[in-house]
Every structure is written in C-alpha cells, then in structure tokens.
C-alpha cells in the first residue's frame, strides 16, 4: 500500500509537528502527546477533554479551540491514549471550574480515563466523565462493552464546549453532554476496509463487490455483509436502524460523515438520499454536517448520526467555534 508516511513508527509524531505548523492558535506537545488551545487555561471556565487512538481526523485534535475542547490526547493509530496524557491535559487546561472528560466507548479508552481521572482528583482537579455510546448497529464488538461510541461525538463535544465557554458550570456542562449522547444514534458502512500503517494492508478482508452494514471505526465487524447496494438503499438501511432505536419528536441534527476516502460528491449524493428518507417518516432536520469528520483512516464509506434538539441545545450548536476542523460564527 503506499502512503504518504516517512516510517510507521512516527506517523503520530509527524502529524502533530504538522499540525502544530499550521495551527500556531495551539500548543501542540508532540514528545507527551497533548493538543491544548493556546489560551488555556481560561478563567473561570469549565475545561473539555477528550482523545483516543490516532486515525480518525480531525477527531480530536481537530476540534480543540474555542467553542468546543480545550485539550485533546492522541495515542498510538486505533490505541487509546494512557492516563498520563489525560492528567497532562486536565492539569494544563483546569482553571478552578472543573474538567469534563468526553469518552467514546472503547474499553482502553475507558479504563484509561478512569485511572486518569482518579489522578487528577488526587491532584485537586475536579472531574466530571460522560461516555459517548451512540451506534445502533451492534451491542457489543471486539472493542467495547456496549454499544461504540462514534458520530455523536462530535455533537456532545460541540454543544457542551459552547456550554463550557458561555460559563455555565460543570454539572451544567456535563448534563447537556450527556443530554446530546442520550438523543443521538448512529449507523456506519464501509465500502472498503482501512490500512493501519503499521500493518501496511487492509485490517479486515472485505470481498470486491461486498460492503459491511453497521461497520464500527476501527474496522470493527457490524450487522452483516451484502453485495453492494445503491446509495439509497445503503441510506434505507441506516435510517430504518437508526429510527427503529429512536423516535425523534423534536428536530434532529443530522451528521452525514465520511469514513475518510468517500469523496465529497458522493458524501452529498448520500445526503440526498437521506434527507428524503427523513422527509418521508416525517423526521424534521434543523441543521445538517456532511463532510470527514470521525473517519478511519483511508476507508471507503459513510455513517449516519441524527440527535434530537431543543432550543437550546440548538442554539449552542449555532454558537461559534473555531477548531482547525469545525469553525463558524467567527
């Protein structure tokens, strides 16, 4: 496989040190691992920490800055960051208000935020924890107890980080983040398996003409595998699994993500087809994301993640932010 790498062993590295080139409003530690905006800590204001293993851009480094995380920690690709990344991250952002900790839920990850936050309280720092559990497709899978946590994500991240900078307090914060989880639900197809660099060739066998309905982003199995199907049948089948899990009675969000190689004009086809499936069960959309945001690596593919909004929770899903990977109303 070729990729645009100098050797496995400091793809992680390389990045950061690129990401901290292009995004001088970051700290970016490359030697400890931890993107933190430049200003934090800010007083005053309850501190965002999330991470997880590398491969999935801009998710999370992408999405540190003002209106959204204050810090994230990247591990090793499709590895869960260790405690004492999490506990270097709280330390440089905490400001007094309290640190939220946003965990997808992936074992590792789990278990790592848990140690973590046990050495943060040890060290003063106080810490809430919500765990993002949003896909429909499996209950448990090779990573997680549970259902896995993915496209929701970025929703919880989004509206608790504009809670977060308006100055609402922790128990503030944390309950609309788990708020966001609690509403949303998502569904994910690859059309083709992804390359781990380490590995240098595809992680799962995938048959040409097949796709995996419910895929997870580590490359995970889902539901079943079928022969490919068109664009609206793939969005039929997400949307029947989605809505079969949730019964939206107020507006919903709607995260139409590429899972890292599907190009834009497909990402926009499938929207499409989406949005008319919504339209037909009487699902109203307030606002709509189509773009890579939660991928895995260079594989094929899409998932669908819809949260059912409020007001409020709409209003601070409007409210700026400005990350290298999500920025508006600035």
């Not at 204001?45 to 293993?53: D, E, F, M, N, P």
Request: hydrophobic share 45%.
């Amino acid at each position: 496989m070729k990729m645009l790498i100098n050797v496995a062993e400091t793809v992680v590295a390389d990045a950061l040190r690129g990401m901290a080139a292009a995004h001088p409003e970051l700290t970016v530690d490359v030697e400890n691992r931890v993107v933190v905006r430049r200003d934090a800590p800010v007083a005053g204001r309850v501190a965002l920490v999330s991470g997880g293993g590398s491969g999935h851009e801009p998710l999370h480094g992408g999405f540190v800055g003002p209106g959204m995380l204050s810090a994230a920690c990247p591990g090793e690709v499709f590895t869960s960051p260790v405690p004492d990344q999490m506990l270097r991250a709280a330390a440089a952002v905490d400001s007094g208000a309290g640190v939220l900790f946003i965990v997808k839920n992936y074992t590792g990850d789990v278990l790592n935020f848990d140690m973590a936050a046990e050495l943060a309280e040890d060290e003063g720092i106080q810490i809430a924890k919500v765990l993002v559990d949003d896909d429909v497709a499996v209950t448990d899978s090779l990573y997680t107890a549970g259902r896995r946590g993915t496209g929701a994500t970025l929703f919880v991240e989004k509206i608790a980080g504009a809670a977060a900078e308006e100055g609402q307090p922790l128990e503030r914060v944390e309950a609309l983040a788990r708020q966001v989880n609690e509403n949303s639900r998502s569904f994910g197809v690859a059309l083709s398996a992804c390359t781990t660099p380490a590995k240098g060739s595809p992680t799962f066998d995938l048959p040409a003409g097949e796709l995996e309905l419910g895929v997870g982003i580590h490359g995970e199995p889902g539901r079943e595998r079928r022969a490919m199907m068109t664009s609206g049948e793939i969005a039929d089948f997400a949307i029947h699994a989605i809505l079969d899990d949730m019964t939206p009675s107020n507006p919903v969000l709607l995260l139409v993500n590429g899972m890292g190689a599907t190009p834009l004009l497909e990402l926009y086809g499938f929207n499409a087809e989406v949005h008319r499936l919504l339209a037909q069960r009487g699902v109203v959309v307030a606002r709509t994301l189509v773009g890579n945001y939660v991928t895995s690596l260079d594989m094929a593919g899409a998932s669908v993640t819809l949260c059912q909004v409020d007001e409020e929770l709409l209003r601070l899903w409007d409210a700026p932010v400005k990350t290298a990977g999500l920025r508006w109303g600035v």
